[in-house]
């Protein structure tokens, strides 16, 4: 899935010329008002494409830094799903997700962790970054804002 939060009206052609550039396919989302930002637009829309399109959708998207944004990439055989979550104020995050849509923290990442904060405090809060505690706060508010809203389906060509 890619879900624009919020966009600036004059910003959403270009949001719909990067999906469809990514995917090869037409993209031309239903956008509504984004109630958590008044003035603001939101769509969303679901893709199908082979593994790693996730990241070049997001790498596409960055190019406009005042969106809010997520996308979604199932797993499929032998490839982990993905998770991005982009906000104005924090920028990028992304993590890999299981079949049944968690997070996934890998070993080395607990490790390194582990090293590097050996209080308490110090050590919760690093776990909260490797969970994008910080991006699903901020985002929240947009979400729930989207409940009912209508999907566009996409499908990459060839």
């Keep these: 899935m890619v879900y624009v939060h919020s966009s600036p009206s004059a910003v959403c052609p270009h949001v719909e010329w990067a999906i469809s550039g990514t995917l090869g396919t037409r993209a031309d989302l239903q956008w509504t008002a984004?109630?958590?930002?008044?003035?603001?637009?939101?769509?969303?829309?679901?893709?199908?494409?082979?593994?790693?399109?996730?990241?070049?959708?997001?790498?596409?998207?960055?190019?406009?830094?005042?969106?809010?944004?997520?996308?979604t990439e199932e797993p499929s055989p032998g490839v982990d799903g993905q998770r991005f979550c982009f906000a104005p104020t924090l920028g990028l995050w992304r993590a890999r997700t299981s079949a049944n849509g968690d997070i996934v923290v890998g070993e080395d990442q607990l490790r390194a962790l582990a090293t590097r904060s050996?209080?308490?405090?110090?050590?919760?809060?690093?776990?909260?970054?490797?969970?994008?505690?910080?991006?699903?706060?901020?985002?929240?508010?947009?979400?729930?804002?989207?409940?009912?809203?209508?999907?566009?389906?996409?499908?990459?060509?060839?």
């Design 34 to 71: 984004q109630p958590a930002a008044p003035g603001q637009l939101r769509s969303e829309c679901n893709w199908t494409a082979d593994p790693g399109t996730g990241g070049k959708l997001v790498a596409a998207l960055k190019a406009w830094p005042m969106i809010r944004f997520e996308v």
């Design 118 to 158: 050996r209080a308490g405090e110090s050590f919760a809060h690093a776990v909260d970054e490797l969970l994008g505690s910080s991006w699903d706060a901020a985002l929240e508010p947009f979400r729930r804002a989207g409940d009912g809203a209508p999907v566009t389906w996409l499908h990459r060509v060839g």
